[in-house]
Structures are given as structure tokens and as C-alpha cells.
């Protein structure tokens, strides 16, 4: 477990190596999830730093994540790009898996726009759709801040009651449609992997209000808003859950369809740069 000074030292070396090198301190932060990377092309004025040169940062090990942070600007913003994620099923600590959350926090970063890769568990919609996220399940089986709470960082016990800001959704669902995006929302639900669910889990999932389902974003976005960030959440359903059609899952398929709505996602995120 990560002590409150170990994790402070870290953080600052993290900080520190970081900002020598951006050519600003970024406002706003973007997770790019499996097969939505090219966004990162968009970024003027761009530095790539590797994941494996920044101080105590984990490694990412998924095919479709490119395991770099890329600083420049997005229509005038300020922005720190997450090109791959790191998840728990890696094997990393959940303060692991949030730790780039905690460096943008402590680099200034006041917002975050998290994507993922999500199955489908509501039959209304389609691999293919860009869906916003509403709420969460956490079914991770963990929690990120569990632990001696870093009390310069963020409170004890943070409200999650509005983890997706409202605001920042009704501004996102209000330019979908000029992306030819139809305008929807989801509850997802995340699952610890790495083995796709079973048909009865996602019954369950469903049972309980789940729209969606992957193996990501829950951790980062907990962390977000306990560092008091504004939270906008992204799936792209790339494949429908088990069970909902007679069909074998795999990760070939998530990648294809990420990379078929690929220039759709570019161009709405691009948007939303301007709006948020």
C-alpha cells in the first residue's frame, strides 16, 4: 500500500519530469480508450513523453493502447492525452491504474473526458454507437481510494451523486447530432476482466440498470472527482455483451469496430473541445 508521503514523493517526481517538459500546463485531460488513440494526431504544438520515461508511471500492455501522454492544444485548449490506459487487470494496484489522474491533478488539470471501448447490454444499442456516460456501477470488486486518504489531494469520502457532470452532458449531448451521433445515454458497469462476462452476469448487469459494460474508467473517474474535477464520459459499444446475440466475443472485434467509427469519434471529441 502506498503510504500518504510515498505517494507525494511520487507525484512530484511524476509532476516535476512532466512539466519540465510540456509546453503548457495543461487545463483539460483525455483518456483514450482500445482503438480511439488517433485523436491524439489532433493536438498542435505537440510532446510526446513516453509512459516508460516518467517517473514511478505503470506500463500499458493492451494491444490499441500506444502508452504515451501527448501535451499540446486541441481548438485553442490546453490538453495532456492519455494514448492507452492502464488496467486492473494488468495486474497493477488500483493507485496505479489512477495515478495518471492523480498527476494530471496535481499538474492543474481541472476537467477529464474518459473514453472506453464498452459491450452493449441495452438492446437499443448498436456496436458502432458513441454513448455518453450517466452513472456507474462499480462492480470492480475495489476501490481506488481504499486506504489512508492523500487529505491534500481530496476529501475522505467524496460525493459520486453527480460522478458525470451535468452540465458538461447536456452541452455533449447537445452537439451529438451534428456529428451524425444520435444523442444517448448510458449506465455503465465495470467488470475487474480480463475474461469477457458470462450471459448470466450480464443478465444480472442489466437487471440492475447497466447499459454498458467494460473494464475500465470507474477508477479513474472516482479518482477524478476526488481531486475535484469536472468528469465527461465516453463508450463507444463496440461489440454487444454476451448473451444479447448468439455470437463469440474478442478483442479483434472491439478493435475493428473502434477503428470503423474511429474518424466519427475524432471529429466529436474535437467538438467538444469547443463547448466544454
Aim: hydrophobic share 40%; with cysteine.
Amino acid at each position: 500500500m502506498f503510504s500518504e508521503m510515498k505517494m507525494e514523493h511520487k507525484l512530484e517526481e511524476a509532476r516535476s519530469y512532466l512539466a519540465e517538459r510540456a509546453p503548457s500546463l495543461p487545463e483539460l485531460g483525455i483518456i483514450l480508450g482500445s482503438g480511439l488513440g488517433a485523436f491524439a494526431d489532433l493536438v498542435e504544438d505537440r510532446v510526446i513523453v513516453r509512459y516508460r520515461d516518467i517517473p514511478h508511471f505503470p506500463i500499458s500492455t493492451v494491444e490499441g493502447h500506444a502508452g504515451q501522454l501527448v501535451f499540446g492544444t486541441v481548438e485553442g485548449r490546453s490538453v495532456v492525452v492519455m494514448q492507452g490506459r492502464f488496467h486492473y487487470y494488468e495486474g497493477y494496484k488500483m493507485q496505479e491504474v489512477t495515478f495518471p489522474i492523480r498527476v494530471m491533478q496535481v499538474l492543474g488539470v481541472k476537467g477529464l473526458v474518459v473514453t472506453n471501448a464498452a459491450g452493449g447490454i441495452n438492446p437499443e444499442f448498436q456496436p458502432g454507437d458513441l454513448i455518453l456516460i450517466k452513472d456507474h456501477l462499480n462492480l470492480m470488486g475495489e476501490n481506488p481510494l481504499r486506504g489512508s486518504n492523500l487529505s491534500n489531494l481530496g476529501p475522505r469520502f467524496p460525493d459520486l451523486s453527480e460522478a458525470y457532470h451535468s452540465e458538461w452532458r447536456q452541452k455533449a449531448l447537445a452537439i451529438m447530432q451534428d456529428y451524425e451521433i444520435r444523442p444517448q445515454e448510458g449506465v455503465y458497469v465495470a467488470m475487474s476482466g480480463p475474461s469477457y462476462e458470462t450471459p448470466a452476469e450480464i443478465r444480472y448487469s442489466r437487471s440492475v440498470g447497466a447499459d454498458m459494460v467494460g473494464m475500465s474508467t470507474v477508477p479513474e473517474v472516482i479518482v477524478a472527482n476526488h481531486g475535484g474535477m469536472k468528469v465527461l464520459g465516453i463508450s463507444c459499444i463496440t461489440n454487444m455483451a454476451a448473451g444479447i446475440l448468439p455470437q463469440k466475443l474478442s478483442h479483434t472485434e472491439v478493435m475493428e469496430t473502434a477503428v470503423r467509427v474511429e474518424k466519427k469519434f475524432v471529429n466529436f471529441v474535437q467538438g467538444l473541445m469547443k463547448v466544454l
